[in-house]
Nanobody
């Protein structure tokens, strides 16, 4: 069992920055693909970014590319999401997720992830 805990959310004005953290515990297994997803009120959960276990490959949703940066510190079992130039449309609950190594599934799909954090609220005001 893996537990994921997000932190770093809050209220920020448009153009500001936040850094989210996701700390993993409960397992020494580290070869996860890690993803960030977000869900705004009345909308489905959407993909934000993923990062492979060794950091060799990342991919971002078009809506955040150039503004958000994902990184991971495997020795700390922690993944970060640096969010710059935040916009009101970024307002959502942000979730950290972990996906076990697999030859099947898709890094972009929430239903292919095995573990989820509780979420952290990000609110961007105009």
């Amino acid at each position: 069992q893996v537990q994921l805990v997000e932190s770093g959310g809050g209220l920020v004005q448009a153009g500001g920055s936040l850094r989210l953290s996701c700390a993993a515990s409960g397992s020494t297994f580290t070869r996860y693909t890690m993803g960030w997803f977000r869900q705004a009120p009345g909308k489905e959960r959407e993909f934000v970014v993923f990062i492979r276990w060794d950091g060799a490959r990342t991919d971002y949703a078009d809506s955040v590319k150039g503004r958000f940066t994902v990184s991971r510190a495997n020795a700390k079992n922690t993944v970060y999401l640096q969010m710059d130039d935040l916009k009101p449309e970024d307002t959502a609950v942000y979730y950290c997720a972990a996906r076990k190594p697999s030859f099947s599934g898709n890094d972009y799909h929430s239903f292919d992830y095995d573990y989820w954090g509780q979420g952290t609220q990000v609110t961007v005001s105009s």
